[in-house]
């Protein structure tokens, strides 16, 4: 079973996130729970928590700072951040801790459930990366693009142009296990700016676009009788067949069989 950590101060906030986290994942997480920072950090150290969902305002040591302290000792921890304020230097700061993803509240139960779906996939398959294509060398050598830079109306192109980048890279390399930071990377950008980037131009975070996008084209070779199912999780970037049931299901309300059949 997964060890799972989720820290809020709040108490009715976090016996709602419990609840529904226990719902979705019974018999595959032990869950714990903190009420602050330094709680949180005592929980990690003595339960050894791989996954640690945190809140970011707590009293004392905040969610930012309990990861900081985490990381510095664990660097395949896998961390994700909660909060209310959409504020760019949490969202920088998160990134700095290599945070998986950064979700504000009020959050919606299924694109949650894909991050921390998400997350239980990269504890599995920790360290196993797959060499990608340089998709973006000659644009990131031909760009000079600001670390941060400030957008406005007149970068309504460059934002498209960006969009249809990114767009075209996941269409590429979806079957390839391809993260947020790895591609933030090849474009030269930071990877907060990214992050942000991304959310405002696909008004969704980068592990659900990049989910329902796999699914599509899952759905796409479900239709091939000839396709068997395990192949065909693993043509769209999932190698346990047994976890690409679970999204599928997540994403579609029925089992890639179902669907077939149906």
Do not use: W
């Amino acid at each position: 079973m997964y060890r799972m950590l989720i820290a809020d101060d709040e108490m009715i906030e976090r016996a709602v996130l419990y609840k529904m986290l226990s719902k979705n994942l019974e018999g595959q997480c032990e869950i714990y729970q903190a009420e602050n920072g330094r709680q949180a950090l005592e929980l990690y150290e003595k339960e050894k928590i791989q996954i640690a969902v945190l809140d970011i305002e707590m009293p004392g040591i905040n969610g930012i700072q309990a990861a900081e302290k985490i990381r510095e000792k664990d660097k395949d921890c896998v961390i994700v951040f909660l909060t209310a304020f959409d504020e760019f230097s949490y969202a920088k700061k998160a990134i700095s801790v290599r945070a998986i993803d950064y979700v504000l509240k009020p959050y919606d139960e299924n694109e949650l459930m894909l991050v921390i779906e998400e997350a239980m996939r990269m504890v599995e398959e920790q360290g196993q990366r797959k060499e990608m294509e340089q998709f973006f060398q000659n644009e990131s050598e031909e760009a000079d693009f600001e670390e941060d830079p400030v957008q406005s109306e007149d970068d309504n192109d460059h934002m498209s142009r960006v969009g249809s980048m990114i767009r075209s890279f996941i269409e590429e390399n979806y079957m390839y296990d391809i993260s947020m930071q790895e591609l933030a990377r090849r474009m030269n950008y930071s990877e907060p700016y990214f992050c942000k980037l991304f959310k405002q131009y696909f008004d969704q975070n980068f592990t659900a676009y990049l989910t329902e996008y796999r699914i599509a084209e899952a759905k796409k070779l479900l239709e091939q009788p000839t396709f068997n199912i395990k192949d065909v999780g693993k043509a769209v970037g999932y190698s346990d067949s047994n976890y690409f049931t679970k999204v599928f299901k997540r994403i579609t309300g029925q089992s890639p069989t179902e669907y077939r059949n149906g």
